[in-house]
């Protein structure tokens, strides 16, 4: 069945825009955990704008004591700033079951592409070899139709991360069959050359189960942004049920 695991980096974004320490990051982690998620998910950035390295350590405990996956994801290029100790340091602190790796600039707003492993290939090779070394499965963002997933692959990658953010488009503007056929394509390609399939980015729960419906053996979807808008109107625990819902669906078809 695929695993769910919700990205808090909203409740930290919201948090940090007043200050202080409201909302709780941890008591939304704990709440998402106690509705049926899977695992958490955090994308600390270098600018410190939402997810901080503090947050990091007290989420990787929640993770630890509850028995369940803690996903970091982030720019494994970023090097360390005052409020940002770099990917690979956080890594080593808090053991992460899982780190995607994500090729995001500074000044991204959002995640919106995958690797190029002709071109960063060689840089990531050794930091995979890093992350594997402390006990962390690690992912990478690749754009569906990406054709180096061998080359993923040989770097030591164990899953890719779908961006799903085409697809989201695509499905609201009511064209989405290509996009999945592309995205189910991709997988099995991944799936051929030996990398487990993860996927994210705008998935929501209009068109989740389409995609799950559509794409093969997907391990897990992180969702964070329409979850936790979505949860301003039905609350927290209510949506991440619903998302549940929607998964042991797809895994009964």
């Known amino acids: 069945m695929t695993a769910l695991s919700v990205n808090l980096n909203k409740i930290a974004l919201l948090r940090n825009a007043r200050g202080g320490h ?4 941890a008591r939304a982690g ?27 350590h007290v989420l990787a405990g929640l993770c630890a004591q509850r028995g369940v996956e803690f996903n970091i994801e982030g720019n ?46 060689e840089a990531l090779r050794p930091l995979i070899a890093a992350l594997r070394a402390l006990g962390c499965r690690v992912s990478v963002f690749v754009d569906v139709g990406n054709p180096d997933l061998g080359l993923a692959a040989a770097l030591g990658a ?13 499905f609201a503007a009511g064209d989405p069959e290509p996009a999945l056929v592309a995205a189910a394509a991709t997988a099995r390609a991944a799936q051929s050359v030996g990398l487990a399939v993860n996927a994210g980015h705008d998935l929501d729960q209009a068109n989740l ?16 942004h329409a979850l936790i808008g979505e949860a301003l109107y039905a609350g927290l625990s209510a949506t991440v049920r619903a998302y549940r819902t929607i998964i042991d669906a797809s895994a009964a078809l």
């Open 209 to 224: 189960g389409r995609f799950l419906a559509a794409v093969p053996n997907v391990q897990e979807v992180s969702i964070g």
């Open 158 to 170: 164990q899953r890719v991360e779908l961006y799903t953010g085409p697809y989201a488009e695509a």
């Open 30 to 56: 704990r709440t998402c955990l106690e509705a049926g998620a899977h695992g958490l998910t955090v994308h600390p950035r270098p600018d410190a704008r939402h997810i901080r390295a503090d947050d990091v």
């Open 22 to 25: 409201l909302p709780d990051v």
């Open 76 to 121: 494994p290029f970023a090097p360390p700033r005052p409020a940002y100790p770099g990917l690979l340091a956080l890594c080593t602190s808090a053991r992460p079951a899982q780190v995607t790796l994500v090729p995001d600039g500074d000044g991204q707003l959002t995640s919106d592409h995958g690797f190029d492993f002709h071109r960063d290939g």
